[in-house]
């Protein structure tokens, strides 16, 4: 089974120079993610004009093919190529050759075929009211990789299942300790110690049986996270530590997924803003984690990824935590999600919420992405980059530092 994905930016980029050339064709350059012997995604990053029929000089990477029109899906002159045939009035599925389904990462997350129905229990009926059937179904199939599941993190994977969502990889290193328990979702006291991971879960399952959380209670950094994470359709980071920030936002770009970047804290006395959270939802296409910033240190960042351990990096000092400021932000973060799927968002937003005087206020932040960003130019690279990881993170935080 072969899947296309592929960007929003790109796909309309696409169509407009198949439009400019209506007798010609294009060839799309992929990146492969194996997820099974007998399943693989092909991760479109590029696209260059070419004659039809094809010529015979096609590049390797060059696997798919994009026709405008009255094209036949037959033939022996596609060389073994997929073919995805576009029309201007598209009536029923896809006319495709050699590809068994399609994403597009973009406004509405579109995706062919449907997922498969979850049950229509009451219990979401105002929720699929309020977002719509197509974006409360492709919200409750969609793959979620949760980095972080202490206070943000775990009120982040309990609202998630609330909304009926199913399928859950909770990745964090750490064990329960008694500071932890007072603004995460209510775990007992004979959990601490435990992995958080593994205590989260176990809650999860408990209260909401139709979901099926994956701990995974190692670094994002490792090795093993970076495989199961990137089968996942939405990346989560609700970390402290750069390294399992930047892994997040590497495996965005290489896969072609979307991230949340997720925080919140309050600062010590004297610090203005004293109590803030931020919300990120990056798009691949529109630029990356780097391109917005948001590591405090880049370097030891990209060492301690490239050795697949997470190291402890500066920070703001901080003087604690508050739930109530964990539930403004994750309501932040899920209205973003939410948006994209229903379409009303249609590019990367960063959101800040800060208190100053006692008043909340929502900053609209507009980083620029870099045409030199050394992390996009891999975008949709796929299972070809990650080996050479080590090899090539220097090069990231040396250029970006």
Not at 164 to 183: H, Y
Not at 240 to 255: F, H, S, T
Not at 344 to 363: C, D, M
Request: charge should be positive; include cysteine; proline fraction near 10%.
């Amino acid at each position: 089974m072969r899947r296309l994905i592929l960007t929003d930016p790109l796909l309309r980029a696409a169509l407009r120079a198949l439009r400019g050339a209506p007798e010609a064709a294009l060839a799309l350059s992929v990146g492969v993610c194996r997820l099974a012997p007998d399943r693989e995604d092909l991760l479109a990053r590029s696209f260059r004009q070419i004659p039809w029929p094809p010529p015979a000089d096609l590049r390797p990477e060059e696997a798919v093919l994009l026709r405008w029109g009255s094209a036949a899906l037959t033939g022996p002159e596609i060389q073994g190529r997929a073919l995805w045939i576009l029309d201007e009035n598209p009536a029923g599925p896809p006319r495709l050759h050699g590809l068994d389904g399609l994403a597009v990462i973009g406004p509405g997350m579109p995706v062919w075929p449907d997922p498969p129905s979850p049950e229509l229990s009451a219990r979401w009926i105002r929720t699929r009211g309020a977002l719509g059937e197509a974006a409360w179904r492709r919200l409750a199939a969609a793959r979620y990789g949760i980095i972080g599941c202490g206070r943000t993190g775990s009120l982040l994977a309990e609202a998630l299942a609330a909304a009926g969502a199913r399928a859950l990889i909770l990745v964090d290193p750490d064990r329960l300790e008694p500071g932890n328990l007072g603004e995460m979702i209510a775990l007992p006291e004979t959990a601490i110690g435990r992995p958080k991971v593994e205590a989260l879960a176990e809650a999860l399952r408990e209260r909401f049986p139709w979901v099926a959380p994956e701990p995974l209670a190692a670094s994002a950094a490792a090795r093993p996270a970076l495989h199961a994470l990137r089968t996942c359709d939405l990346l989560i980071t609700t970390v402290d530590r750069d390294a399992a920030r930047l892994a997040a936002g590497v495996l965005a770009a290489l896969y072609l997924k979307p991230l949340l970047d997720v925080g919140a804290g309050v600062g010590l006395p004297g610090v203005q803003p004293r109590v803030g959270a931020e919300a990120r939802l990056i798009l691949p296409g529109d630029g990356c984690l780097l391109c917005g910033g948001g590591l405090a240190e880049p370097r030891l960042a990209g060492e301690a990824l490239a050795r697949a351990r997470e190291v402890e990096t500066p920070s703001a000092p901080r003087a604690g935590s508050l739930r109530s400021l964990n539930m403004a932000v994750v309501g932040l973060a899920l209205r973003l999600w939410e948006e994209l799927l229903t379409g009303e968002l249609r590019e990367s937003r960063w959101l800040r919420l800060v208190w100053i005087g006692g008043t909340p206020a929502l900053q609209l932040m507009a980083p620029t992405p870099r045409p030199d960003c050394p992390l996009c130019a891999r975008r949709g690279a796929g299972d070809a980059a990650l080996p050479e990881l080590p090899a090539w993170l220097p090069t990231l935080y040396r250029r970006i530092a």
